[in-house]
């Protein structure tokens, strides 16, 4: 995949993203729709946790690899776009409760997307990150760490959407 096509990817992914978090209003932005489910200002700030740290990753030690850098895309799809799959957020990107201020969580999103962008256009996707293997599915390229955030923001603007739907 070209460089210049994945940032076209992240922008039409964050674009989705921000106008799902924009839906909702002061009044319903922190407001769970149920018992053991996240608000809108939960979600934001697990993506934000999740994201911000996505560039160090990227930016840490990496070695060339003969394996074709999107080998992971499958499995990967397999576990963050399985709607009927839930999970644990570990503990260090699970959110507090809140309440989370609107503006500030989604110009805290553009920031980190804006970050990821730069780096997707300017990095060799195709290097293998070695300081940080992704639990249970070993070590992604940089590319396979840029697909892991698309999926895993389209696995939660969907659930943004629920939500709204939901309250």
Same mark, same amino acid.
Not at 138 to 167: C, N, P, V, Y
């Given at each position: 995949m070209e460089n210049d096509t994945l940032v076209q990817l992240i922008q039409k992914n964050t674009d989705a993203y921000i106008a799902a978090l924009s839906s909702f209003d002061a009044q319903t932005f922190n407001k769970a729709p149920g018992p053991k489910i996240w608000t809108?200002? &939960? *979600? =934001?700030?697990? *993506?934000? $946790?999740?994201?911000?740290? #996505?560039?160090?990753? $990227?930016?840490?030690?990496?070695? @060339? !690899?003969?394996?074709?850098?999107?080998?992971?895309?499958?499995?990967i799809? =397999?576990?963050? *776009?399985?709607y009927s799959q839930k999970f644990q957020a570990p503990k260090s990107i699970t959110p507090g409760n809140g309440p989370y201020e609107q503006q500030h969580m989604i110009d805290q999103a553009k920031a980190d997307r804006q970050r990821l962008m730069h780096l997707a256009r300017n990095l060799d996707l195709a290097k293998l990150c070695t300081s940080v293997p992704f639990p249970g599915m070993?070590?992604?390229?940089?590319?396979?760490?840029? @697909?892991?955030? +698309?999926? @895993?923001? !389209?696995?939660?603007?969907? &659930? +943004?959407?629920? #939500?709204? =739907?939901?309250?």
């Open positions: 809108a200002g &939960q *979600l =934001a700030e697990h *993506l934000h $946790l999740s994201e911000s740290g #996505i560039p160090n990753v $990227l930016e840490d030690t990496v070695e @060339h !690899t003969d394996r074709n850098p999107s080998k992971k895309f499958d499995a799809d =397999a576990v963050f *776009l399985d070993g070590e992604f390229t940089r590319l396979e760490w840029l @697909h892991f955030m +698309l999926s @895993h923001a !389209t696995r939660h603007t969907k &659930q +943004l959407k629920d #939500i709204k =739907a939901a309250i």
